[in-house]
């Protein structure tokens, strides 16, 4: 059974966040969202006002207030531009590790533009409100009001959409931050096709799984994929096969117990699998046949693992690629359609240094 973030969710969460201290409690994602959007309706309003003393002090212009807020504003508006058009104009990668991208390598799956200019209209829109509440404090007459009020009702609707989506992504319990755009690791033309396609919406559920050695980025580009699903409001959830092989005899989900935990594996849309075999130079701990045994713990695991998209992070395949094979073979025989079953495989090492 599916789970979604509700208003009584979002208000616990609130509570969380605005109640205790972060030094006891930890940091969250929405703590940090709302920190973020705190800091930049701080800089509107306290530049608006540094700006506005000093018109008035040194220069005595007509409605320095005024001045000082649209100065701020488009100050901001440009700052926010800048960094939102560069890469996207230029096509180029930055050589400045503040701003545009904090690596000299090329995309390799291009950001979703539309939501980063989302975010951007955002921030700008906090920007603004700082500033033209600095404008009404500085001069409160009752036109200054007509901005910080139009503002207050325009950022309604895309503070409750990231604030929800922070909660999507913290809910999930990925062990890193990595939208998919951030992957910079060395894939295929085929397998950059599998990926693009998995992340394209689908009636059908479907399984992903991606073969590598350790430190290939197999997690990164799990995690990346499944970061795409929590932006879009779909429940995701991060295990690693141990932590997983752990909860395969538990039959109903667990009772809920805590704000960062909104949902089970079970009830999840879409499954992350890490670790189930570590790669490398050590030999896969658990086969096909093995974590087959361990799935029939309960009956029910099978179709819980049919019911959603799942993404399978596994280790090295044999020189003929047959323990590969046998792993869509196993993902077949729990009910899973062979046209629904990907299968990754990303170069080694010595392969990425030639």
């Not at 029910?300 to 590969?324: A, C, F, M, P, Y």
Request: hydrophobic letters at 40%.
């Amino acid at each position: 059974m599916s789970k979604n973030i509700t208003g009584r969710d979002i208000l616990r969460q609130l509570k969380e966040d605005l109640i205790g201290k972060d030094s006891h409690r930890g940091v969250t994602f929405t703590y940090s969202w709302l920190a973020n959007q705190f800091g930049h309706f701080s800089l509107g309003f306290i530049v608006t006002l540094i700006v506005y003393s000093i018109l008035n002090h040194c220069f005595h212009p007509h409605d320095p207030a005024d001045k000082a807020a649209w100065g701020v504003a488009i100050f901001w508006l440009s700052f926010e531009l800048y960094n939102f058009l560069g890469p996207l104009l230029l096509k180029r990668v930055s050589r400045s590790k503040r701003l545009f991208v904090p690596s000299k390598k090329k995309y390799v799956f291009q950001p979703n533009w539309g939501n980063i200019a989302f975010d951007t209209a955002t921030d700008v829109g906090f920007f603004w409100f700082g500033a033209f509440s600095a404008r009404l404090y500085a001069d409160p007459c009752p036109e200054n009001w007509c901005m910080p009020l139009m503002l207050i009702l325009i950022l309604q609707y895309p503070s409750r959409y990231w604030y929800i989506t922070k909660m999507y992504l913290q809910a999930a319990g990925y062990p890193f931050q990595c939208r998919i755009s951030q992957w910079t690791f060395t894939i295929s033309e085929d397998d950059k096709r599998i990926v693009e396609n998995f992340l394209s919406p689908s009636p059908a559920r479907q399984h992903l799984l991606i073969f590598g050695e350790m430190g290939n980025g197999k997690t990164g580009l799990g995690v990346g994929i499944a970061t795409e699903y929590s932006i879009q409001h779909k429940t995701c959830f991060y295990v690693t096969g141990m932590k997983l092989y752990s909860m395969f005899p538990e039959r109903t989900a667990r009772p809920f117990t805590n704000i960062k935990n909104l949902w089970t594996w079970r009830q999840a849309s879409l499954l992350v699998i890490d670790d189930i075999n570590p790669g490398g130079q050590i030999d896969d701990l658990i086969t096909p046949e093995r974590f087959l045994e361990l799935l029939d713990a309960t009956p029910t695991n099978r179709n819980t693992l049919v019911s959603k998209d799942v993404i399978w992070v596994l280790g090295n395949e044999d020189s003929d690629k047959l323990q590969g094979e046998k792993w869509v073979d196993m993902v077949h025989e729990i009910g899973v359609a062979r046209k629904n079953i990907y299968t990754i495989h990303l170069p080694p090492r010595e392969a990425r240094r030639k």
